[in-house]
């Protein structure tokens, strides 16, 4: 495969693609339609519709993501843990009825032990680019489902899945929790108490409606619900797993995010002691599909 092709990060709610000529980045584009937002269309149908401008490159195309997962375009298999990131590229799942493009797509990774039923699409791709660009032997990639992965000299042997994000927002938008509060606005201070106690608890479940409590009894500001609630349980997320997986005070996170909520996420990891670097989840992402693009050449 050349130095020019496309790239795909196809998800559950956008599609994002890059065109890459001779190794140079020379467009992009996103769609909000992600898997699960297709609006009566097929994914070949989506497909040809974000790519119709870049048709003349003839390019081949990789992609990531949800895409190949039974609610995508074609159904990937998992490589199963403990798992080679650098044995990825020769797992490639091709798309057969998508002439004349040559289209692939990568594989997720599974874990399925006694204590821990798992899976991943999309990350392992950033993990990939990560471990190529930035080694480590724990990485943490906050998002709506958070991820926390350890990689021993490139191999996936165990990763933790943690709702937080969707927690966040099913409990702002469809439970009590969330009735009766004004517009939200940022403040740091709130969340680091929300935090705190989300560190001292050992089980957050009462602290739940003690939130709704606390902003009915005039405790807490209406307007500081969300920060409090996210301070809570990224603080309890961080804690649990220091404790689940023995972490010890002075190890190294590499956290693959965006600033924003990665920013979150390190001052969690800063009150348990762990130390950490952010590596932006966009620029993995890119270094994995190189990775993935060079080992096919």
């Known amino acids: 495969m050349s130095n020019s092709y496309i790239a795909i990060d196809w998800g559950s709610t956008n599609l994002r693609a890059w065109l890459y000529l001779h190794g140079e980045l020379a467009a992009s584009t996103r769609s909000e339609a992600g898997v699960t937002r297709l609006g009566g269309r097929s994914a070949e149908q989506v497909f040809r519709e974000v790519v119709a401008p870049w048709a003349q490159h003839n390019v081949p195309v990789i992609m990531a993501g949800m895409v190949g997962s039974n609610a995508g375009w074609v159904p990937v298999p998992y490589l199963s843990c403990p798992t080679s990131l650098t044995d990825i590229a020769g797992k490639l799942t091709r798309v057969n009825d998508a002439a004349p493009w040559d289209i692939r797509i990568i594989p997720g990774i599974s874990i399925v032990r006694d204590n821990n039923c798992n899976v991943m699409r999309g990350e392992e791709t950033q993990l990939l680019g990560a471990y190529r ?24 042997d165990d990763f933790r899945t943690v709702m937080t994000g969707e927690l966040h927002h099913l409990l702002m938008t469809q439970s009590l929790v969330g009735v009766g509060l004004t517009e939200q606005r940022p403040d740091g201070e709130v969340f680091r108490q929300g935090m705190a106690q989300g560190f001292a608890e050992s089980n957050i479940l009462r602290c739940l409606f003690e939130t709704r409590a606390a902003h009915v009894l005039g405790k807490l500001d209406r307007s500081t619900v969300s920060e409090w609630l996210s301070g809570l349980l990224i603080g309890n997320e961080v804690a649990q797993m220091q404790r689940d997986w023995r972490l010890q005070a002075g190890e190294t996170v590499a956290v693959i995010g965006n600033p924003s909520l990665a920013a979150r996420y390190q001052q969690a990891l800063d009150h348990a002691g762990l130390n950490h670097r952010l590596l932006d989840g966009d620029d993995c992402f890119q270094a994995g599909i190189r990775s993935i693009v060079n080992d096919l050449e």
């Open 133 to 156: 660009t930035h080694p480590a032997g724990l990485y943490l990639m906050p998002g709506t489902h958070c991820k926390w992965v350890r990689n021993r000299d490139g191999v996936i």
